[in-house]
Nanobody, 121 residues
Framework: VQLQASGGGLVQAGGSLRLSCAVSGRTVPGYVMGWFRQAPGKEREFVAARSWNGDITNYADSVKGRFSISRDDQNTVYLQMNVLNTEDTAVYYC????????????????WGQGTQVTVSS
C-alpha cells in the first residue's frame, strides 16, 4: 500500500484547508486510515482516524468539531480542516493499517510523506 499526501499550505487563522491522501495498492474492508501531525519540537500526535467503510471514526479532542475525515470512491482520504488556529501548524501525515481504529502512531504500518500546514495569526 502506498500513500501520497497533499494539500498543505499557508492559511490565516479561522480559515480552512483540505488535505488529501491518495491510497494505492491492496486495501480490504478492515483497513484503517489515520491522520497524524508533528509540530516543531513536539512529538507526533494523533489527529483523526477512520475505518475503511466509515462506520468508525475517532478524533483528537483538540480537533473535534473542526476537522472531518472522509473517503471518496477513488480511494482518496481527506482531512477537512476548518476554523484553523496557530496551534494547528504542523507537518501532517496520513497513515494506514490493517486492524482496528487506533490513536497510536506505532500501530500504523504505512505512511505517506508529510505535508506542511502553516496557520498565521
Amino acid at each position: 500500500v502506498q500513500l501520497q499526501a497533499s494539500g498543505g499550505g499557508l492559511v490565516q487563522a479561522g480559515g480552512s484547508l483540505r488535505l488529501s491522501c491518495a491510497v494505492s495498492g491492496r486495501t480490504v474492508p478492515g483497513y484503517v486510515m489515520g491522520w497524524f501531525r508533528q509540530a516543531p519540537g513536539k512529538e507526533r500526535e494523533f489527529v483523526a482516524a477512520r475505518s475503511w467503510n466509515g462506520d468508525i471514526t475517532n478524533y483528537a479532542d483538540s480537533v473535534k468539531g473542526r476537522f472531518s475525515i472522509s473517503r471518496d470512491d477513488q480511494n482518496t482520504v481527506y482531512l477537512q480542516m476548518n476554523v484553523l488556529n496557530t496551534e494547528d501548524t504542523a507537518v501532517y501525515y496520513c497513515a494506514g493499517r490493517y486492524g482496528s481504529v487506533s490513536t497510536f502512531s506505532r500501530y500504523y504500518r504505512f505512511w505517506g510523506q508529510g505535508t506542511q500546514v502553516t496557520v498565521s495569526s
